[in-house]
């Protein structure tokens, strides 16, 4: 054992000389780096694997930890590899670095396809890069951009520079083959997905997966291969999670034809912006359809630069609602508190989203994909009103649609959202993940709501 323990140790000191310590952008996965000779022997034994395992889960958020494992786990079985670049791959996600996890599950993936991690890491991988909210998140055209464009194939390097005609879908998307401007990761997205099924063909009957390669073909102007991928999702049984998300699609295409396969809701223009005083008295609101949320009302408008929220909750007896007046901090402690949770979902692949959240204090935290380091900018104005079910607590926000997206709102734009509240000690349930069943097709329209 402390002959084991010792060579842990060693390990962990080496780190590779090509590693700098700098960050390298999501979409900016580089090639294996070159490391020293290993320290280990030719075998390693469950006692080492198993330590190594459990150094790699305190490792989260060092940018040089994929280097100094990629080393420590070189006289590794495939499977013990793969699963300590998992380990390190959560650890890096615990710890809010998005980046750092897209880096050990490409590694992982590129370098033990066959393991059953490798399929999920695929699917991850998928959904990272053609996500439009964590490419708008996240994207560093300077660098991220240009080295994802550096990995594709010629054809797909083509396809960035071309310039087809195209008209815009009911989603705003383009439907030519090809979009003018394509996405970059959504097309190393299409390309992983291939390679993906090639390694592991167990991922041709994944529904999941084939529903993340038609978003990915979405958003990469390839409409027609969208399509073709979710043909086969479309006829499973009423109810499937990712046939109801396909023939939604479909239904997006031809909405008068029959009934939606997911809940809508719509979005009115605000005539007039709203002053955030937490009253709720404009027109946008007293005119605003259904609530969002069953247990909360929770209501949306937008004009050409914010899209606007308003949350009324009754409050819940037994449950304490302090006043707070100190400043608000970046993602404060919310969840101690009756709060809301609203999720955006922008290119509706119901696996990556912006998530805001509102307590009955006014304060506020917010993710994208999970990732606590992404801080828009938001305006939030919170209150206390007697309302028929009694006294509630209030907020009315407004959320710039720069911080969201670069693609003007149009009446044609549909999103999906989901919105939740979550009362601790009285709704422990609620404060689950969201799940594709949560989210409702949210339809924007350039009609202004009126009292």
Known sequence: MRRTLRKVIIAAGCLATAVTGGRTPLGAVDAQPPVGPAVHEASADPQEVELIRQLARRRGGRPDAL????????????????????ELAVAHLAA?????????????????????????????LVRMYASSEVGHARRQRSQGVENIKRQLSPAMQAALSSEPAASAGADGSATGDTAPAADAGALYACQLASQAATHQPALG?????????????????????????LTPLKHRAAGDVWGDCARAEAWLQDPEDDAAPKPTATCLRAAERPRLDGMLDE??????????CKTADVRLAYDDRYLYLAVCCAKRDGVAYPRDDRPRPHDGDVASYDHVRLALDLDRDYATWFELTVDSRGWTADRCAGDASWN????????????????????????????????????????????????????????????????????????????
């Open 376 to 451: 828009p900018r938001w305006y939030v104005a919170a209150a206390e009103s007697n309302v028929a079910a009694g006294p509630a607590w209030i907020v009315e926000a407004a959320i710039p649609l720069a911080e969201l997206t670069t693609e003007t709102v149009t009446p044609q734009s549909v999103w999906a959202c989901a919105a939740a509240r979550v009362v601790p000690s009285a709704s422990p349930s609620a404060a689950r993940d969201l799940a594709p069943p949560d989210f409702t097709l949210l339809r924007f329209s350039d009609a202004a709501a009126s009292p």
């Open 96 to 124: 809010g670095e998005l980046n750092l996890a897209a880096e050990a599950r490409q590694m992982m993936f590129e370098q033990y396809p066959a393991q059953p991690q490798a399929q999920q890491a695929a699917l991850w």
């Open 67 to 86: 280097a100094q494992f990629i080393q420590m786990t070189a006289p590794f079985g495939d499977a013990a590899a793969a699963a300590v670049l998992e």
């Open 283 to 292: 027109a946008c609101w007293s005119g605003s359809p259904k609530s969002l």
């Open 205 to 229: 009957s994944d529904a999941a997966f084939a529903f993340a390669r038609s978003v990915a073909a979405r958003r990469a102007g390839q409409p027609r291969a969208a399509q073709a991928l």
